[in-house]
């Protein structure tokens, strides 16, 4: 009867507890979307303090990508201690996306402060670590590919920045953001042409040949293409 009465606590406890966790990240990322749409919005300070939300009902914790975001609305709001903030948690979630980070013009308000370059040393260091992760997690990595997927990807992926200060500070219909927009189709259009033959010779690459980035590179330079090359 007492074995039987620890295995029932040990299982109501297990139950309580994974209810427990289902409930802060149902939480989370509800707070999460919230931001999204605020940003969508413009209302940059509404959608950080979202996001700060969403880190505060799981314990102050959150994802990297998500502290970025929460960063970037901070500094769109010119609460620039704040933005220096998040990147800081970011970078100790093992934030390394230097291209991303260093091309981003939500950023433009943070780079006469001194803070800014120790924020992008960090991230170098955070993306060397990273590389050396994938040479010890992927020993068959095709290293001229990788090279060509990652220029591939700053060309996908910087009008794609630009884009959003281009909308704030113009407006959508603008002969600005016109051009970003003609850049963006112009630079899809030529990724396509690039991977095609990459394609064609190897096949679909995983992460094991590519890593992490050049796989998702490759789906997002498939994703932005038109129609017919997706199907």
Excluded at 65 to 89: K, P, V
Excluded at 168 to 179: D, E, F, H, L, V
Excluded at 186 to 202: A, E, H, M, T
């Amino acid at each position: 009867m007492k074995n039987l009465i620890i295995y029932i606590l040990v299982v109501l406890g297990f139950f309580l507890t994974t209810n427990c966790l289902a409930q802060m990240q149902t939480g989370y990322f509800l707070h999460i979307d919230t931001a999204k749409q605020l940003y969508k919005e413009k209302k940059y300070i509404k959608a950080a303090e979202s996001y700060t939300k969403a880190f505060l009902s799981n314990h102050n914790l959150g994802r990297a990508d998500h502290r970025y975001s929460a960063a970037r609305c901070w500094a769109l709001g010119g609460e620039i201690d704040s933005a220096f903030y998040q990147l800081g948690r970011s970078l100790k979630g093992n934030y390394g996306l230097y291209t991303e980070i260093s091309t981003d013009t939500a950023f433009r308000g943070l780079k006469a402060d001194s803070r800014w370059t120790k924020i992008l040393d960090n991230v170098k260091v955070n993306s060397q670590k990273e590389g050396e992760f994938s040479d010890f997690r992927f020993k068959n990595l095709n290293r001229p590919l990788v090279a060509i997927l990652d220029t591939i990807n700053q060309d996908d992926q910087l009008p794609r920045l630009q884009m959003n200060e281009m909308e704030g500070k113009y407006g959508w219909s603008s002969p600005q953001m016109r051009a970003c927009i003609a850049l963006m189709s112009r630079n899809d259009s030529i990724n396509v042409r690039k991977i095609k033959p990459i394609l064609d010779q190897y096949g679909w690459l995983g992460k094991e040949e590519v890593g992490e980035q050049g796989n998702r590179t490759l789906f997002l330079v498939i994703q932005h293409a038109d129609l017919v090359t997706q199907l």
